[in-house]
């Protein structure tokens, strides 16, 4: 997550800097160095921020779960978390997901892989996420 992106979603989630700073218990110092750019922004932070508008926008509506959407094997499914706990709406929130085969080692591994599908991308579009604004902060 770079620092537009950060900014956009703490618009997105209607919170001032320093409403951001309690919502993630951090302090307003950090809101202010991640959205000026001079801190990078942690991988926890980044995971509560899409957690905390996924909850926000869902409104009671849920896509179908990931494991349909992707048609998961059985064998795939047994093994995944995001099944275990039917969550499939959360995969991308859920570590030890079993995605292309296999559980991703990091959060890094696995948003720059759940970027690229179809089920956070369309929770992307839901939120109105221009693009060009997802790129990486190389963490």
């Not at 926890?44 to 899409?50: L, M, N």
């Not at 179908?64 to 059985?74: F, G, L, M």
């Not at 093994?79 to 039917?86: H, L, Q, T």
Request: charged share 30%; with cysteine; aromatic share 12%.
């Amino acid at each position: 997550m770079d620092k537009k992106e950060f900014y956009w979603f703490r618009e997105k989630l209607q919170r001032t800097q320093k409403e951001m700073a309690q919502l993630l218990g951090t302090s307003l110092k950090a809101i202010e160095s991640y959205e000026q750019g001079w801190r990078n922004i942690p991988d926890q932070v980044e995971r509560q921020i899409f957690f905390l508008l996924a909850i926000k926008m869902e409104g009671g509506k849920r896509n179908a779960p990931c494991w349909e959407t992707r048609h998961c094997n059985p064998e795939m499914r047994k093994n995944c978390p995001a099944w275990e706990f039917k969550m499939g709406h959360l995969c991308w929130f859920i570590n030890g997901t079993i995605c292309q085969g296999k559980p991703q080692a990091s959060w890094k591994q696995k948003t720059d892989l759940c970027r690229k599908c179809k089920i956070f991308k369309s929770l992307m579009h839901a939120w109105g996420l221009p693009g060009e604004q997802r790129a990486s902060n190389g963490k």
